[in-house]
């Protein structure tokens, strides 16, 4: 499985983003998703995740109620909507493919990784 991040850039604080990222081969709708951040000078750390048919989605405490993981299986696509975004949100987002239908909070838990997508919010 091949991951392709985007929609990353730049945006005020307050402002909105949707990031994107598709994927290759025809096992995506049995992989769980998951989408990690790292802000320079910090550890990756877990923002989101969706289990393989949509039936759970898992948060952060610190994006919960601004962010929302979903997915498309037909076009084998994950995306993550952030809202309100804040400078300390800013980070190199990466969205990541576990070869299991349960999402995990743990990154070593998963199997593939995208390139990432840099979010840069200004104050």
């Known amino acids: 499985v091949q991951l392709q991040a985007s929609g990353g850039g730049l945006v005020q604080a307050g402002g909105s983003l949707r990031l994107s990222c598709a994927a290759s081969g025809r096992t995506f709708s049995t992989y769980a998703m998951g989408w990690f951040r790292q802000a320079p000078g910090k550890e990756r750390e877990f923002v989101a995740a969706i289990t393989w048919n949509s039936g759970s989605t898992y948060y952060a405490d610190s994006v919960k109620g601004r962010f929302t993981v979903s997915r498309d299986n037909a076009k084998n696509t994950v995306y993550l909507q952030m809202n309100s975004l804040k400078p300390e949100d800013a980070a190199v987002y990466y969205c990541?493919?576990?070869?299991?239908?349960?999402?995990?909070?743990?990154?070593?838990?998963?199997?593939?990784w995208g390139q990432g997508t840099l979010v840069t919010v200004s104050s």
């Open positions: 990541a493919a576990r070869k299991s239908r349960g999402s995990s909070y743990y990154s070593g838990d998963y199997d593939y």
